[in-house]
């Protein structure tokens, strides 16, 4: 919710007549609001009933990756090498979860007919390479590499690809919503000019003709790990105008503004959205700390009350050995962490660092799936030992 938005043709009052071209039949209002009457809202007004529903069928989408007995350690695992294909419902690979959040890698093969709606979670989708739009009744966000997609709950959407040749995501679930940080904002909810971007940097939805096609559409609808399959007798996106402050957007990380000081500065300074259970940073290429002696590396820490996920996007990022694009790591809380031997000595008198990275920081333990065990590095939880 970067800003209010209004898109296509809406009535001049809230909850009144608005007719259709035949000046008889209406439009049908639908509010859609968060915490209840209480949190953002955005007010679409469609075509048709939005709960016009011919048939509902449980559906097995689901895919059992419980890793029973996951050692308590630290991961590095390589999420490129899990198997490539399917659409953008299908093509997901849950790698970490808990029960607020799930994180899952997909690299998508196929455009879809089908459209996709997740009942109970607020979605962030990382664009690591691809480009294409996400279409939804809010109207089209055309994305590209580095994008960062910010999808609330009950969102009915599509992402339609440019071309097969090499797409890659990175889809994290949260049953709290995806919000820009409080203290990034001034009283009126204007960026302040402090903050790592500002409401040019965001991308809501644009325009979109709708679609009044009266036919069955599919609609896949995820409710925890449960799937169904929804006929409906219309096109969803027949919305012919909508306002508000609840609706997707996107945010590139390649205009996240990041913050240099004299000496390390901790992950905070490189927060970009919190949600109720984890939070999200944006590691992007930087001058290092400016001190004389200033050791640009971080030093080790324990984050009691927090596991800590780095997804590696691009560059040498200045703490790892061995890392990869596509690469995850997994520092659980209650464990210390820290640079591997010899990059702090590195990291001295370092000039800049050209990493990217998407920081992942749950306020609970996360559980790892079979995909982690299918594609880890075995030798990660010694790689400190320094002999
Ligand atoms: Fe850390």
Redesign the pocket.
């Known amino acids: 919710m970067p800003f209010y938005h209004k898109v296509g043709d809406i009535p001049k009052l809230k909850h009144t007549t608005f007719y259709k071209q035949d000046g008889k039949s209406l439009y049908r209002e639908e509010l859609v609001s968060s915490k209840g009457f209480s949190g953002i809202y955005s007010n679409k007004y469609s075509h048709y009933m939005p709960t016009s529903v011919r048939k509902v069928t449980e559906i097995n989408l689901h895919k059992n990756v419980d890793w029973h007995d996951a050692p308590h350690l630290y991961y590095h695992f390589f999420t490129d090498k899990l198997p490539a294909g399917g659409d953008f419902i299908q093509a997901r690979h849950v790698v970490l979860e808990n029960a607020h959040c799930t994180l899952a890698t997909a690299k998508v093969t196929e455009n879809s007919e089908l459209f996709y709606r997740n009942s109970l979670s607020a979605e962030y989708i990382f664009v690591h390479h691809g480009s294409g739009e996400l279409l939804s009744d809010y109207g089209r966000i055309p994305f590209s590499e580095g994008d960062q997609l910010i999808i609330p709950r009950t969102t009915t959407y599509q992402l339609k690809f440019d071309n097969f040749d090499n797409n890659k995501l990175l889809i994290i679930e949260s049953d709290t919503a995806f919000e820009i940080p409080k203290h990034f904002r001034n009283e009126y909810g204007q960026m302040e000019e402090h903050a790592p971007y500002c409401e040019r940097d965001f991308r809501p939805p644009e325009y979109m003709e709708p679609n009044m096609t009266k036919a069955d559409f599919t609609v896949i609808v995820k409710a925890g790990q449960r799937y169904f399959e929804h006929i409906v007798p219309h096109h969803p996106f027949g919305v012919v105008g909508w306002d508000g402050y609840l609706y997707p957007y996107a945010f590139n990380i390649h205009n996240y503004h990041p913050k240099v000081g004299r000496i390390h500065l901790p ?1 905070p300074v490189h927060l970009a959205f919190t949600t109720g259970s984890f939070i999200i940073c944006n590691f992007v290429p930087r001058p290092y700390d400016f001190h004389k002696d200033s050791i640009p590396a ?1 030093y080790f ?1 324990s ?1 009691i009350d927090s596991d ?1 996920v780095l997804y590696y996007v691009k560059g040498d990022f200045m703490s790892r050995k061995g890392i990869q694009e596509g690469s995850i790591t997994l ?1 659980p809380g209650g464990m210390p ?1 820290g640079p591997q031997p010899g990059r702090t000595e590195d990291s001295v008198g370092a000039k800049e660092t050209n990493e990217w990275a998407v920081m992942i920081d749950t306020f609970g333990p996360l559980k790892p799936t079979t995909n982690v065990r299918d594609t880890l590095d075995k030798d990660y939880p010694q790689s400190w030992l320094e002999e």
């Open positions: 992950p971080p820490h984050n800590e520092h962490h």
